[in-house]
C-alpha cells in the first residue's frame, strides 16, 4: 500500500503540470451548465432539484472521462517511462491503483467544482438535499466506472487516440444496456431472467437508482465490482506485455 | 552479483537472445557489445524484470527475478535505453518520486536527490522540466535515477550515448568511481569505451556471447595484435618491404599508399610475436629515414566485425530461420 501513494501523486500533480486539468474542468463545468440551463432548461421547470443536472452526467462522462482515462498508461508506453515503472520496486497492482485513484480524484475535483449549482438550488428552492448528496455519490462512483473501464482500454496501446475510441464504444455499452434499444431487442425472444440481467449491467439503472435518494448496497456494489473487474483486468494487460 | 543462466527470448517466431550465460561479479564493469539488434537491450530487459524470459533464470544479488522480482529490482540501479523520464517533472521532482517509490521519505528521500543529482552534475538545471533540457541532461538525469539508492548491481543500456565528449568523459568518471563496490554491466557500441572504462567484454552477436574476456584479451584476437606499422619515404618502400618479408617472423606486409611522398607498412607477425625491437633494429642498420614506428595493440573494431554479422546478412538468417 506505501507504493500506491508515490505513483498517485505522480500522477495527480502531472494533470495540473499541463494545461490538461484546466482545459477539461473548463469544458466539463461549462458543458455542464450549456445542457443544464438550455436542453435541460432548468429555470423553465421551476422545480428546485437537480435531477436534470445529474441526467446528463452519464452523457458527458462518456465522452469526458476516456479522454482522462486514454492517457493513464498509453502515454507511459509511448514515452518510454513504462519501462522505469515496471523496473521500480513496486508491485504492478501498485501501479494500477494509483494510477487509477489519481485520476478517479481527478474528476472528484472537477464534479466539486460544479457545487455552484448545488447553492443555486439552495437559494432558488427547497431541495432534498439528502437526494443531491446520493446523486453526487452516485455520479462520482459512475465517474470511477468509466475510468477503470478507460485504463484497462489504455493499457492495451501506445496510441491514445484508439485508448479513447475504444474506451467510449465499451463505456457506451455498459451505458445503454439497461436503454429500451437494447432491452426491446432481448424482451422479444430472451427469457426475462436474461433481459434483467442484461438491464442491471446498466450503468444509467444503478445511477438512476442512487439518484433517487436511496444509496442502496447493490447498487454500491456493482459500481465497486465493476471497477475491482477493470482494475483486475488492467493488472493483467500491464503483465501480458512482459512476455513480449 | 548478477547470474545469467541459459537466457532464451523469443518474440514470436523470432529468437532475440539465444541461450546467454553470464556471471558478473562486484568489482567488475562489464561491457556488452554487440550490433544492433544483436540482443543486447532485450537481454538487460530481462536483468531488470521488463521482460520475461522464454527459458532460463537471472539471479541479482541472489535474488531470482521471476519468483523474487521486487527484491530483485530493490538491489537493481536500471537505466533503460533512451533514459525514459517523465518530461512534465523537473529533475528535483523527478528524483524525489524515484526516492519515495524506493521507500524512502523525509530528509534522506531529500539527501538521496540531492546526492544523485550531484553526482551527475544536474545542478543547473534541477528546477527545468526535463522535456525542456538537452540530451546529454536528459541521459543524466535517468543515471542519478538509477544510482539513487546506491545500488550493489547496475544495469545500463547505453549510458553515454548521444553525449558529446566532455559529457561522456564525466559519466565515464562517475562510473569508474562507482565500479569497486558494485557490478555493473554497460551496453555500448563504441569501442573506445570499453577501453576507457571496462574490465570485461562480452560480444553477442545474434543472441548469443561470441566472445567473452578482458579487453587486452580480445585485442589479442586482433590480426593486428603486436603488428608493427612504420611510416618512412616512399623511395625507400620497395627495399623496407622485401627486407621485411625476409624475416622469419613476419607473416605478411601490407602497405598503404603513398601520402605526401611517404608510405605506412604494417608487418605483420606469425603467432602474435613481438616484432618491434626487431623492426627496429633493421631501421637503424638499413639506415631507413623512419617517420614513425609502432607497434599495434590491436584493433577492437577488427575484432568486433570479424565476430560479428551485419544487420542485411542478419536480416536474412533469420528470415531463412523462420522459413525453415
Not at chain 1, 438512476?208 to 456493482?222: E, F, N, W
Not at chain 2, 542519478?144 to 568518471?173: C, F, W, Y
Amino acid at each position: 500500500m506505501k507504493s500506491v501513494c508515490p505513483i498517485f501523486k505522480r500522477e495527480f500533480a502531472s494533470y495540473f503540470a499541463t494545461p490538461l486539468a484546466y482545459v477539461f474542468i473548463v469544458i466539463f463545468l461549462f458543458a455542464m451548465g450549456a445542457f443544464t440551463f438550455y436542453i435541460g432548461r432548468f429555470y423553465e421547470m421551476g422545480v428546485a432539484s437537480l435531477e436534470v443536472f445529474f441526467g446528463y452526467h452519464v452523457w458527458l462522462y462518456l465522452f469526458l472521462v476516456p479522454a482522462i482515462g486514454m492517457r493513464l498508461w498509453a502515454e507511459e508506453r509511448k514515452s518510454g517511462t513504462i519501462e522505469l515503472l515496471l523496473t521500480l520496486p513496486i508491485p504492478i497492482w501498485a501501479s494500477v491503483l494509483g494510477k487509477f485513484l489519481a485520476a478517479w480524484a481527478f474528476t472528484g475535483v472537477a464534479l466539486a467544482l460544479t457545487f455552484p449549482i448545488w447553492l443555486t438550488v439552495n437559494y432558488l428552492g427547497d431541495p432534498d438535499n439528502g437526494v443531491i448528496v446520493a446523486s453526487y455519490v452516485g455520479s462520482f462512483l459512475m465517474a470511477g466506472a468509466y475510468l477503470a473501464i478507460s485504463a484497462a482500454v489504455s493499457a492495451t496501446t501506445s496510441n491514445q487516440v484508439i485508448a479513447f475510441v475504444v474506451s467510449v464504444v465499451i463505456c457506451f455499452l455498459f451505458t445503454i444496456s439497461g436503454a429500451p434499444l437494447v432491452i426491446d431487442f432481448f424482451k422479444a425472444w430472451a427469457p426475462i431472467a436474461l433481459v434483467d440481467t442484461v438491464a442491471s449491467f446498466s450503468f444509467m439503472t444503478h445511477f438512476q437508482a442512487i439518484g433517487r435518494g436511496v444509496i442502496d448496497l447493490r447498487d454500491l456494489v456493482y459500481f465497486g465490482s465493476l471497477i475491482a473487474l477493470f482494475l483486475g483486468i488492467n493488472v493483467v494487460l500491464v503483465d501480458m506485455k512482459k512476455a513480449g | 552479483m548478477i547470474e545469467i543462466e541459459n537466457l532464451t527470448k523469443s518474440f514470436g517466431p523470432i529468437a532475440a537472445v539465444r541461450g546467454i550465460d553470464l556471471r558478473v561479479a562486484k568489482g567488475e564493469v562489464l561491457g556488452f557489445l554487440g550490433p544492433n539488434g544483436a540482443g543486447k537491450s532485450t537481454t538487460m530487459k530481462i536483468i531488470a524484470g521488463y521482460l520475461s524470459p522464454t527459458t532460463g533464470r537471472v539471479r541479482i544479488a541472489g535474488h531470482d527475478v521471476e519468483s523474487d522480482l521486487q527484491a530483485a529490482q530493490r538491489v537493481l540501479g536500471y537505466l533503460p535505453e533512451g533514459a525514459p523520464a517523465y518530461g512534465d517533472m523537473t529533475p528535483r521532482q523527478f528524483l524525489k518520486f524515484i526516492a519515495a517509490v524506493r521507500g524512502y521519505s523525509g530528509t534522506e528521500a531529500k539527501d538521496r536527490a540531492a546526492l544523485a543529482a550531484q553526482r551527475a552534475e544536474l545542478e543547473p538545471v534541477l528546477e527545468q522540466p526535463i522535456d525542456t533540457l538537452s540530451k546529454g541532461f536528459k541521459r543524466r538525469v535517468g543515471l542519478a535515477q538509477a544510482i539513487l539508492h546506491d545500488p550493489p548491481v547496475l544495469v545500463m543500456d547505453e549510458p553515454t550515448d548521444g553525449l558529446d565528449p566532455n559529457q561522456k568523459h564525466s559519466v565515464r568518471k562517475l562510473i569508474r568511481e562507482m565500479a569497486a563496490e558494485k557490478a555493473i554491466i554497460i551496453s555500448t557500441h563504441l569501442l573506445e569505451e570499453v577501453d576507457a572504462i571496462c574490465s570485461r567484454a562480452v560480444i553477442i552477436d545474434r543472441g548469443r556471447i561470441v566472445a567473452d574476456g578482458t579487453p587486452a584479451e580480445l585485442l589479442a584476437r586482433s590480426r593486428f595484435h603486436n603488428a608493427v606499422t612504420l611510416t618512412l619515404p616512399a623511395t625507400q618502400a620497395a627495399s623496407a618491404k622485401a627486407k621485411l618479408a625476409t624475416h622469419r617472423e613476419v607473416l605478411s606486409i601490407e602497405d598503404g599508399s603513398e601520402h605526401r611522398g611517404l608510405v605506412t607498412l604494417t608487418a605483420f607477425p606469425r603467432n602474435a610475436t613481438i616484432l618491434i625491437d626487431d623492426v627496429s633494429a633493421l631501421a637503424t642498420e638499413e639506415k631507413w629515414d623512419v617517420k614513425e614506428l609502432y607497434a599495434e595493440p590491436g584493433r577492437l573494431d577488427e575484432v568486433f566485425r570479424s565476430l560479428t554479422t551485419s544487420d542485411s546478412e542478419r536480416v536474412r538468417a533469420l528470415k531463412e530461420g523462420v522459413a525453415a
